[in-house]
């Protein structure tokens, strides 16, 4: 498996965690990181996303939001909220990993992770969004 679906997959399982129980992330993080001490690409890339998504988390649902049509942020599944969540963040945050590809490993993982709905449904929104990111430059 890829290093970076990988870090990704291990990324969601945190951002998981987090959203259950926020005051267990702590120990959650360290946890998904200490996986990848040893493993060079996958660990560095798994931090960097997990603190770009925490730290940026307002700004990403805001993004969001306005795409979900009958939908609201807290209605989505935890896994859900979270792919979307990660994929955001690369899209806006992230400009080296292709929109293309960002949207294509978080419908891979909606597939592994998610119900039988979650990858169309991450899949339509991810490309409205992916359209409105590419046009603010």
């Not at 169309?120 to 992916?130: E, R, T």
Request: hydrophobic residues 40%; proline residues 2%; contains cysteine.
């Amino acid at each position: 498996m890829k290093t970076r679906r990988i870090a990704r997959e291990k990324t969601l399982q945190a951002l998981y965690q987090r959203d259950l129980s926020p005051t267990d992330f702590e120990d959650g993080k360290e946890k998904t990181l200490s996986d990848f001490r040893s493993s060079g690409g996958a660990g560095g890339y798994c931090a960097d996303l997990l603190a770009g998504v925490v730290l940026n988390v307002d700004d990403i649902d805001a993004l969001i939001i306005p795409y979900l049509e009958n939908w609201t942020l807290h209605r989505m599944s935890v896994v859900d909220r979270n792919i979307m969540r990660l994929a955001v963040y690369e899209l806006k945050y992230l400009q080296d990993t292709p929109f293309k590809v960002v949207i294509s490993e978080a419908v891979a993982i909606a597939r592994k992770f998610g119900t039988d709905e979650s990858a169309s449904f991450l899949n339509g929104v991810l490309d409205k969004i992916a359209g409105a990111v590419r046009a603010a430059g």
